[in-house]
Structure formats: structure tokens, C-alpha cells
Nanobody, 125 residues
Framework: QMQLVESGGGWVQAGGSLRLSCTAS????????MGWFCQAPGKEREFVAA????????YYSDSVKGRFTISRDNAKNTVYLQMNSLKAEDTAVYYC??????????????????WGQGTQVTVSS
């Protein structure tokens, strides 16, 4: 089974930066595609960014494009989300997730089979 653990969340002023990390419990023969999603209180879970299994392809939501960068280090079983120019509306719990299709950069949460516990990001105005 795949287990994912996020870290790096916290409190930051608007305009600041955070880097989230998500580490998988074990390496797989073919590293899965990975995604980041966020969920604010009372709102639906929203897509943030995705990266294919090799790290070759990435995809971002329009709201974070140009501000956030998704990357991975498969030797460390880790995917990252570099968050720059943070805004108050970025405040949410951020989740990483694994997609069994290693070629995918899907923005649909239904395509992701394994989820981390989430890490809180709070951006103050």
C-alpha cells in the first residue's frame, strides 16, 4: 500500500513563500503521477498542480500558474510544491495524492487513489 505524508505547511504573510513536501512510504517500480489539491473550510477540494511519474510533464490550475511550482525527486520518494507570492485566498489544507497512471497530469481528484493527511497553510493579509 501507498502512504503519503505531507509537511512544510505553516503560517506566512501575504507575499511570502512556503515549500510543501510529500514523501511516499516506499518506492514503486514505476513512480506514480502525483498531484496537489487544496481544501478551504466549507469549500470543495480543488486542484492545484500535478506532475507525471518521471517529472517530465506538469500542469497547474490557472489560479496558481506562475506562482507555484511542482517538482519531484524520485530517489527520495518525494514531491514538492514551491509556493511563492502567497495570497490570503491560498489559505487551505493542502493534500498530496498519487495517481496510478504514471503518465497523467489529471486535475480530477477521482483519478487519485492515495492521499496524504494534509498540511495547513495559512496566509495572513
Amino acid at each position: 500500500q501507498m502512504q503519503l505524508v505531507e509537511s512544510g505547511g505553516g503560517w506566512v504573510q501575504a507575499g511570502g513563500s512556503l515549500r510543501l513536501s510529500c514523501t511516499a512510504s516506499e518506492r514503486t517500480f514505476n513512480a506514480p503521477a502525483m498531484g496537489w489539491f487544496c481544501q478551504a473550510p466549507g469549500k470543495e477540494r480543488e486542484f492545484v498542480a500535478a506532475i507525471s511519474g518521471t517529472g517530465t510533464n506538469t500542469y497547474y490550475s490557472d489560479s496558481v500558474k506562475g506562482r507555484f511550482t511542482i517538482s519531484r525527486d524520485n530517489a527520495k520518494n518525494t514531491v514538492y510544491l514551491q509556493m511563492n507570492s502567497l495570497k490570503a485566498e491560498d489559505t487551505a489544507v493542502y493534500y498530496c495524492a498519487a495517481n496510478g497512471n504514471r503518465y497523467s497530469t489529471s486535475n480530477d481528484h477521482m483519478d487519485y487513489s492515495y492521499w496524504g493527511q494534509g498540511t495547513q497553510v495559512t496566509v495572513s493579509s
